[in-house]
């Protein structure tokens, strides 16, 4: 068996549409990002709106301070432009319940540092030799550059959703499900190898890599993530009331902050309600359930008689193509995501309705694999056989262990530039505020 075909970009490439790709992608997340902050006034923006989360103006600013210390600081060998504020963006050196007290720049300041920075950087753009380096080969490094603002962008989303207040976001509302119903409830995936991961996909992070081979017993799964309607029959039926169904930190995280609900979620007149980005509404039966933990997921799973994926297990249902043999770049083929495929970027304001996407379905027809929610997995966040960090250690090798559990697939609130069949999430159980939800297996 070997690894998947290359993708669009190849070796052969020109570079010029190398630096066409990089520069619309910095250019979007850059607008997302100045989206997101110019929606809220300084005073939310300096604001600290949970203690598991930065300010938004935080975000601003190490945004530019990464996009400043890799591109023009690694890749063109600068001096740092203001090396008194490295520090105060390390977000190792401070952890987020603790950055409210530094003397952080202002909003306006940190618009300028971001802005200047990305005039340079697209000044490097244009003369810098997208090869000669493994940090520059294929515009490695300013894809990375865009993928980590964009993952910000979606971190700066979740504060909007903790965020009190109106609300100061809109989005169009996402499409009815198109085409006919999944025809099963769950599909049926043969046992036997894949390949994981790639070796290819050339902006790929570390810890997609290298390509192997993996075996997975045949196994079933959802054809679509686990909804409110169904989670609520869970509630119903005592769920958070009986100890059976938890594992024993998750009980504990039950018993101890009086959780019986998802997050944002809560009872009035007899109808669930939830908040959603400033909105009070019903919570809609159709929709994936969101902003459950992995604990709650796991408890889910069991009450049904059923369990979490493992990550393998997921990837080969979202990749591997029965008929070639081969595993794809995304569960439809090899092409980029469009909106026919899922619900990304941003683009909705919340998941879609379940069973929608078919031209998104994977070649067995498991669909919504990509985008709607994160779906939690089985499976601790670990290093696969043969990884090197690259290019930081902090990027994914200090996460490696058992602390953390992995998601796949990606949310309504990812950027299509940071999410692949490959992409690998990671998170601690307890988390709630995120966009996850889940979906279930079984063994045959």
């Keep these: 068996m070997t690894a998947e075909t290359r993708p669009a970009i190849h070796p052969g490439i020109h570079p010029e549409l190398l630096r066409e790709r990089a520069a619309a992608a910095l250019t979007a997340a850059r607008a997302r990002t100045a989206a997101l902050t110019d929606a ?46 490295n520090s105060l963006y390390d977000a190792f050196e401070h952890p987020r319940s603790e950055r409210p007290k530094l003397p952080l720049l202002g909003p306006e300041a940190a618009r300028r540092y971001a802005a200047e920075v990305r005039g340079r950087v697209f000044a490097l753009l244009e003369r810098t030799p997208l090869e000669g380096t ?33 609300p100061v976001l809109a989005a169009p509302e996402p499409d009815p499900p198109q085409g006919p119903p999944p025809p099963a409830a769950e ?27 993996r075996a997975v017993a045949s196994f079933w799964i959802d054809t679509v993530p686990v909804t409110n309607a169904a989670y609520r029959a869970f509630i119903a039926d005592g769920g958070y009331r009986e100890p059976r169904w938890w594992a024993p930190e ?19 007149g007899g109808q669930w309600l939830r908040r959603r980005f400033g909105v009070t509404e019903p919570v809609p039966d159709e929709e994936p359930v969101l902003h459950v933990s992995w604990y709650e997921a796991d408890a889910y799973a069991r009450w049904a008689g059923r369990r979490l994926p493992t990550e393998a297990e997921w990837e080969k249902a979202a990749r591997h193509d029965p008929a070639s043999g081969r595993s794809r770049r995304y569960p439809w083929g090899d092409a980029d995501p469009t909106p026919a495929h899922a619900n990304l970027g941003q683009r909705h304001l919340r998941p879609s309705a379940a069973g929608g996407y ?12 990509i985008g709607d929610v994160w779906e939690w997995t089985a ?25 953390h559990k992995v998601l796949r697939g990606g949310s309504f609130a990812v950027d299509p530039v940071a999410c692949r069949g490959t ?11 995120i966009f996850s939800g889940f979906r279930t297996a079984r063994d045959v």
């Design 187 to 213: 599909v049926l995936v043969p046992g036997g190898p894949f390949i994981m991961g790639t070796s290819t996909e050339p902006w790929a992070l570390d810890n997609e890599r290298p390509a192997h081979v």
């Design 250 to 268: 998750g009980w504990e995280q039950v018993r101890a902050h009086d959780i019986g609900a998802p997050l944002f979620w809560h009872r009035e």
């Design 134 to 166: 493994e940090l520059l080969d294929q515009g490695f490094a300013f894809g990375m550059i865009a993928q980590h603002e964009q993952q910000h962008d979606e971190t700066m989303l979740i504060t909007h959703q903790l965020r009190a207040g109106a």
């Design 40 to 85: 809220v006034s300084d005073r939310d923006l300096t604001a600290q709106h949970s203690p598991l989360m930065s300010p938004l103006v935080w975000d601003l600013a190490h945004i530019g301070n990464q996009e400043e210390l890799w591109l023009l600081g690694r890749v063109a060998g600068r001096a740092s432009m203001h090396p008194e504020i």
């Design 358 to 369: 078919p031209a998104g379905a994977s070649p067995l027809g498991v669909r919504q694999l």
């Design 423 to 433: 992409f690998r999430n990671w998170d601690l159980p307890v988390r709630r505020q």
């Design 379 to 403: 499976s601790d966040f670990l290093p696969y056989p043969g990884f090197r960090a690259f290019p930081y250690r902090e990027y994914s090798e200090v996460f490696f262990g058992p602390a």
